[in-house]
């Protein structure tokens, strides 16, 4: 067994079966958190040597020997040792390999429960700062895209039958709203993970005279968690996180779906650029959304990683179980997922074709002016109820005789109501019924560019 091994196991006078040591190991997806490990005990060691607790010589030895180390894995000049346990052992044991009995001190005052909780919370508030970012890009994007529709008119839809006329920029700044949520969200989870559990120990903290608080000052924290038992059994953070990621993928699969309809030729409302579509094997008149079916069926797989977390935890007593090893590769699969579909999703939202004639022609031949229509009358006097009656039989004769209701005859709307005058047809032209709705959240130009720069404002802020 290898000496990265035999730390933990002066109790034992036996070597662990070698396929014990396989089931153990994190290494080969722990690895990947490295730097927040050793800026841990970076900070852990100057709190040391600072409070006397080890020599400060030995201190910055250690800070030193780990500083080296950090870069030597950086450029490849350091691999990381697979057969060692994880990679905080693989950390320290080269550390001591290269600095000696000093390197033996650093986990003075901590215990690897401890440790791995500072760790995990490092890499999530690491991860949400760059997920952020991309988050942001997205809603840039969709503004953008937005500000060249604002007087794109499209059907809106319920149950996926055409309602009301809005525009393609007003449909576009809905999902804005929803990833501004997510944003809100991703940094609320970082204000809840930056509480520093290290000093925590195993689970009742240390006899030595550490300084939490310089701890938490070092590394960027918030505060300190407050109960030791907590602070090394904790998971709330990753679980909102994924939970958050899940609302985030949701989000994204809801809008892959329009995407999805958009494309087909039942719609054609959208024309996705030849770099973000694949073709067919068979059939050369193809031309498939892939990207958008992919975003659908990975939201599927976070939804998972969350169920992972949830599962993994909702049995365990107090404090740290292994089954808390769990954690991180359901964590790493969810940010890795949410990261490569937003990566992907940005640009082939930049670069989509929007086709507004086709928009414009499934507005017009949907009847979605008919409110409209029954407005008009009720402006004029007519109870609503009588109103909707009145529109919904002009909407069968319009079937009826397969036109629609800018092109039936002004006689045939009196035969239904003497109410009714030539300028019906300027109260249900689409422009008309889209304008007249400027209300704050409303579809008219002037409304949605107002919410666009609501939008943009909170992004820069």
Request: charge should be negative; hydrophobic fraction near 40%; glycine fraction near 6%.
């Amino acid at each position: 067994m290898s000496e990265k091994k035999m730390m933990w196991a002066g109790r034992f006078s036996k070597q662990i079966d070698s396929r014990v040591n396989d089931f153990n190991s994190s290494i080969p997806f722990d690895c990947r958190m490295f730097e927040q490990d050793i800026r841990g005990s970076i900070a852990h060691a100057t709190m040391l040597g600072k409070q006397g607790i080890i020599p400060q010589e030995d201190a910055q030895k250690i800070i030193w020997g780990l500083q080296a180390i950090r870069e030597d894995i950086k450029t490849g000049a350091l691999p990381i040792d697979m057969e060692a346990e994880d990679i905080h052992m693989f950390v320290e044991a080269e550390l001591t390999k290269r600095i000696g009995t000093a390197g033996k001190r650093l986990h003075t005052a901590r215990s690897r429960n401890d440790q791995v909780a500072l760790d995990d919370r490092m890499y999530v508030a690491d991860q949400i700062d760059e997920l952020v970012p991309l988050v942001k890009e997205f809603v840039k994007t969709l503004c953008e895209k937005a500000q060249e529709n604002l007087h794109t008119v499209m059907p809106g839809y319920t149950h996926l039958q055409r309602a009301q006329p809005v525009t393609f920029a007003h449909h576009l700044m809905a999902y804005a709203e929803m990833l501004r949520r997510d944003l809100a969200r991703l940094n609320d989870t970082k204000d809840r993970t930056l509480e520093m559990p290290l000093g925590s120990g195993a689970l009742a903290s240390t006899t030595y005279p550490i300084d939490r608080q310089m701890v938490c000052d070092l590394l960027g924290f918030h505060q300190i968690t407050k109960n030791s038992l907590d602070g090394v059994s904790d998971r709330d953070f990753m679980i909102e996180l994924l939970s958050t990621l899940s609302i985030l993928m949701m989000h994204l699969s809801r809008f892959s779906e329009e995407v999805v309809l958009w494309c087909s030729w039942e719609f054609k409302f959208v024309e996705l650029d030849d770099a973000y579509a694949t073709g067919s094997s068979i059939m050369p008149q193809k031309k498939n959304p892939d990207i958008t079916e992919l975003v659908r069926g990975k939201t599927g797989r976070v939804y998972g990683d969350l169920m992972t977390l949830l599962t993994m935890m909702k049995g365990l007593p107090l404090a740290y179980n292994k089954d808390m090893q769990e954690d991180k590769e359901a964590m790493f699969d969810a940010i890795d997922t949410a990261k490569i579909c937003l990566v992907t999703v940005i640009p082939m939202v930049r670069t989509m074709k929007v086709l507004p004639e086709n928009m414009r022609k499934a507005a017009a031949k949907g009847f979605i002016n008919a409110t409209d229509c029954a407005d008009y009358l009720t402006k004029k006097g007519v109870a609503f109820r009588d109103a909707y009656k009145i529109t919904g039989q002009l909407v069968a004769l319009c079937i009826q005789k397969n036109t629609i209701l800018e092109e039936l005859p002004l006689e045939d709307y009196r035969a239904l109501s003497e109410v009714f005058e030539e300028d019906i047809y300027q109260a249900i032209n689409l422009n008309t019924c889209v304008n007249g709705r400027n209300v704050p959240g409303g579809p008219a130009p002037q409304a949605v560019q107002a919410h666009i720069k609501d939008v943009e404002k909170f992004i820069e802020k």
